[in-house]
């Protein structure tokens, strides 16, 4: 499983499968989201909501537009924070040795996020995970974002010359092609959540901390 590719034609069609499925739980989700951002706190768990939900999206799940507001969102906000800190950091040091470094390291480490929520481990093993399941992958997840861009501008701007009635037909197709390119995401994350998942079989997982004693 570890040196499985992954296939570029396959997540693409399996993407479009499960956007469409939840084309309309995905879109109402997103009007929660922007409707509610503005209010402090909550808005770092609905957050957090919106990548559980493509890790649901990507498994062929079928989506609950108000689970961003579940409250175990919120169990991983301290190690949220602390991730995205290591990797702005971490892409920031790889820029100062000019561009490629860091689109290479922006990639190796794209699905960090989800595997701090999905399997619950420290930021540091997040990233690794991330790293190492996408080991001999990279090139395939940059052709395919190149595939999905190009798709999508050609899409639309043919769909925008037509008089009339063109803008209209843009906008429908940019909202469907948006859920597309998000299950496209879930389904990449559940291939490589199946290579961490040999990963983690061969060097466990650290054990999750204990809860302190209640004072006396």
């Known amino acids: 499983m570890q040196n499985e590719k992954l296939d570029i034609m396959q997540t693409i069609k399996d993407g479009v499968q499960y956007g469409l499925k939840n084309f309309v739980p995905l879109l109402l989700m997103v009007i929660l ?23 649901g999206i990507g498994r062929g799940q079928t989506i609950d537009p108000v689970s961003i507001f579940a409250k175990e ?3 991983n906000v301290g190690k949220f924070f602390l991730l ?5 950091m971490g892409i920031s040091a790889a820029a100062c040795f000019m561009l490629v ?21 420290s930021p540091l093993k997040a990233l ?4 190492d399941s ?10 395919l974002a190149i595939i999905c861009g190009l798709a999508t501008g050609i899409v639309c701007g043919l769909l925008g010359a037509i008089p009339k009635v063109g803008g209209i037909l ?24 199946k290579k961490a ?9 650290e054990a999750p901390a204990a809860e302190p004693a209640p004072e006396a």
């Open 73 to 75: 969102n919120f169990t």
């Open 33 to 55: 989201y922007v409707v509610t951002v503005w209010i402090p706190w909550l808005n770092v768990g609905t957050t957090i909501g919106l990548y559980k939900a493509v890790i």
């Open 101 to 121: 470094p860091a689109i290479v390291m922006g990639i190796a480490w794209s699905f960090a996020i989800y595997f701090l929520i999905d399997k619950k481990v």
């Open 197 to 205: 998942d040999a990963i983690l079989a061969e060097k466990p997982c």
């Open 134 to 143: 996408t080991y001999g992958n990279k090139w395939r997840i940059f052709f």
């Open 128 to 131: 690794g995970l991330s790293y």
């Open 84 to 88: 995205m800190g290591l990797l702005t």
């Open 170 to 193: 843009a906008f429908i197709a940019t909202l469907l092609i948006a859920a597309i390119l998000v299950a496209v995401e879930g389904v990449m994350y559940d291939f490589f959540s």
